[in-house]
């Protein structure tokens, strides 16, 4: 079993929607939540960073870590087509520990 | 512009060639890492180094070398390279290995293929 879950997609929505992301994971020493954006042919960028339980708001963007049921999520409102992208989520135990990376959900926005 | 670079982009090779994917930051980094992405599997660590002359091995450092002799570069080297290491690369740089567990900044990729 994969220590990071996450549905590879491919997700379709329209202009303007909702998008909702989602990982769960097993190991429950993870501390730092992480959602990086992968645009094709491009290496992956830092979206946000969670550190332990709760909400993160970043303009359109929104992370949500649930340590109690092993969830994140990664919320997009007012979806536009330049969110067109592989989202991936990367969890960590601590400082200094390497990154486990989901295997990426890809998402298209369609004008 | 801040960044990092990755050559070649493309490569496609044979069995059992040597190969060099070089890596180079101009952010000063200490910290610099390999990884491979593959369907299904998503990206793994493949080596990393906190600083000039420490590397360590990642998930899956099997089949490949590294080397850290100036900060700024950090070369993979496949000595033998079999078909199961055709794959994408990135390389990845951070700041210090603590902010490494939240923050790495990546290179655009190779696409290596092996025959």
């Known amino acids: 079993q994969k220590e990071v879950e996450q549905d590879p997609g491919p997700l379709s929505v329209p202009e303007g929607a909702i998008v909702s992301l989602n990982c769960t994971y097993s190991?429950?020493?993870?501390?730092?939540f992480m959602w990086y954006r992968q645009y094709s042919r491009k290496g992956p960028e830092l979206l946000m960073y969670?550190?332990?339980?709760g909400n993160k708001e970043d303009g359109r963007f929104t992370a949500q870590v649930d340590k109690s049921s092993k969830y994140i999520s990664l919320f997009i409102r007012d979806s536009q087509p330049s969110d067109s992208a592989t989202y991936l989520c990367a969890m960590s135990r601590a400082s200094g520990s390497r990154l486990t990376f989901g295997e990426g959900t890809q998402l298209t926005v369609n004008p | 512009e801040a960044q990092v670079t990755q050559n070649p982009r493309y490569l496609i090779t044979v069995t059992g060639k040597k190969l060099t994917v070089t890596c180079s930051q101009n952010m000063n980094h200490e910290y610099m890492s390999w990884y491979r992405q593959d369907p299904g599997l998503g990206l793994r660590q493949i080596y990393y180094?906190?600083?000039?002359?420490?590397?360590d091995k990642g998930d899956v450092p099997e089949g490949y070398k590294v080397s850290r002799k100036e900060k700024r570069n950090f070369p993979l080297i496949l000595e033998s390279p079999s078909p199961n290491q055709t794959s994408l690369y990135f390389c990845a740089s951070s700041y210090s290995s603590g902010r490494a567990t939240y923050e790495q900044y990546f290179g655009p990729g190779t696409r290596l293929t092996v025959t």
């Open positions: 190991n429950s020493a993870f501390q730092y």
């Open positions: 180094s906190m600083n000039v002359e420490v590397t």
């Open positions: 969670t550190y332990s339980s």
